[in-house]
């Protein structure tokens, strides 16, 4: 197997999803992403927010566990404005997925118990919801997962913890790619491969990217295919078949007179 340097593995997914349809954002630092958020927030509600309004929304979106943000996210806020008036704030559009504002960023740096570098960052509206962590190609896909572990206990939770609202997470090493929920209780074994419908596997990044990190996929995969589990609660998503079998289904009862 070839070795790839990490770097050029980066530069070439950020090109690619760039010409998915994900802008660029330079976002290094905490700060930055909360200018980033209360931006990209603005537009996607179509208002402006004063200093003390933002940081009203920061707090409401600080609260809670990772299981507590994924509900968060999927909830309008009730913002009350500062001219006493209320205004209901979307943090996700769930029934028209793909209107939503899709940035791509690279190297956020979060200090928390350690201070931890972040590779790939899909961003939805300004919130930090696909992580992606990328080893040179060799390097076992364990050791990324192992990597994402890490920045759980030391600096997910940190500051404003938005990284708790990551709902997916993508390894890779450039040959092999697999995806998953975020959940504390994750283990290896609950990562998956994304396939065709004709389960074939997609390892390779740039076919995974091209299929699975599509805007309007991806943000299906978030607000249709991610099941919030009441009883563990835990964040799970649903596998290629799953997925397949679900639209077939859907498929079939708007567009035939037959059964599901």
């Not at 593995?9 to 630092?29: F, R, Y």
């Not at 905490?30 to 200018?35: D, N, P």
């Not at 009441?230 to 078949?241: C, N, Q, W």
Request: with cysteine.
């Amino acid at each position: 197997m070839t070795t790839q340097p990490e770097q050029v593995l980066e530069n070439n997914l950020l090109s690619q999803l760039n010409s998915l349809g994900h802008t660029s954002v330079k976002i290094h630092t905490e700060a930055e992403l909360l200018s980033n958020l209360k931006a990209q927030l603005e537009k996607h509600n179509s208002t402006t927010f004063s200093d003390a309004e933002f940081n009203r929304i920061v707090i409401h979106l600080s609260k809670g566990n990772i299981f507590d943000k994924a509900k968060t996210l999927r909830d309008k806020y009730v913002l009350l404005k500062d001219n006493g008036k209320k205004a209901y704030i979307e943090f996700i559009n769930q029934d028209y997925w793909c209107q939503n504002q899709f940035q791509v960023t690279n190297q956020i740096t979060i200090q928390g118990k350690r201070e931890n570098r972040y590779d790939v960052t899909i961003l939805i509206n300004g919130l930090p919801l696909v992580q992606i962590e990328l080893k040179r190609r060799g390097i076992e896909l364990k050791e990324a997962f192992n990597q994402i572990q890490r920045y759980q206990k030391d600096s997910f939770a940190s500051n404003s913890a938005l990284f708790q609202y990551v709902q997916i997470f993508v390894i890779s090493n450039g040959v092999n790619t697999k995806y998953y929920a975020n959940s504390p209780k994750q283990s290896f074994k609950q990562t998956f491969f994304w396939s065709k419908e004709n389960n074939s596997n997609i390892t390779q990044l740039t076919d995974f990217a091209s299929t699975f990190l599509e805007p309007c996929h991806i943000a299906k995969m978030i607000t249709k295919y991610i099941v919030l589990h009441e009883g563990d609660k835990i964040l799970m998503v649903l596998r290629p078949y799953q997925f397949y079998a679900v639209e077939n289904i859907i498929d079939r009862i708007k567009n035939t007179d037959k059964n599901g």
